[in-house]
């Protein structure tokens, strides 16, 4: 079983604050990512990390920033959470390497921005 | 631009069914597909495939891509209602790096 966790699991927040979704695994994997996925839609991938030190812009248009300081660790944050960052994030890690891999997913943090 | 076509959007059946959901793609240097199931929340994976024509087998569950025309096919034989989910389909692709494009997903639910 995949050891990939997300917090929190539901947050609402106001408009104009600040806020970091965490993501951590314990699978030792290079590669992480983050993913918005409204309701009844697709995922859209927003930042991807092939490592320490590593971060890419997914094809979404994002406001948000991440960091990879270290293997197991990928946070995700808004400096200026707004009603339209209203959505599910999932965090997603996979084996490194040239090779292509499946993905593990977290269990996803749903944000409310009122 | 790379893309990621699911179909049908949404398909109900009843149990013992057989389905057959679909997916297209057009990606520029295509490395891999791949299918998950998303119950309520987290997707979990199921097939990865790479090579035209090898089909991928575990359970009722079955998948084969077809490279040349750009699609690949996933099987559900004998459904039960635990199979009802969204089965998402996603493509590797190197473009710059490499990226996952999902596609919309297919929603099933199985009838009693």
């Known amino acids: 079983e995949a050891d990939i966790y997300q917090t929190p699991r539901y947050l609402v927040i106001g408009t104009g604050k600040k806020i970091t979704l965490e993501c951590s695994q314990t699978m030792g994997h290079d590669k992480m990512y983050w993913y918005q996925q409204d309701p009844g839609m697709e995922l859209h991938l927003i930042h991807y990390s092939y490592g320490v030190n590593s971060t890419e812009k997914g094809d979404l248009s994002s406001e948000s920033t991440v960091s990879r300081i270290r293997t197991e660790h990928f946070p995700l944050t808004l400096e200026s959470a707004r009603p339209s960052h209203t959505s599910q994030y999932l965090c997603?890690?996979?084996?490194?390497?040239?090779?292509?891999?499946?993905?593990?997913f977290g269990p996803g943090t749903r944000l409310t921005v009122t | 631009e790379d893309k990621v076509v699911q179909s049908p959007l949404s398909l109900v059946v009843h149990e013992g069914d057989t389905v057959t959901l679909n997916c297209s793609y057009e990606v520029t240097n295509f490395r891999s597909l791949l299918w998950y199931k998303q119950e309520k929340k987290a997707p979990t994976f199921l097939f990865m495939l790479t090579s035209s024509g090898i089909e991928k087998k575990s359970g009722r569950l079955s998948s084969i891509l077809d490279k040349k025309e750009l699609f690949s096919i996933l099987n559900i034989t004998a459904t039960q209602t635990g199979d009802s989910a969204v089965y998402l389909c996603?493509?590797?692709?190197?473009?710059?790096?490499?990226?996952?494009?999902f596609g919309a997903g297919t929603r099933l639910f199985v009838k009693a």
């Open positions: 996603a493509v590797e692709a190197r473009t710059g790096g490499f990226k996952t494009i």
């Open positions: 997603a890690s996979g084996r490194g390497g040239a090779g292509s891999y499946e993905q593990y």
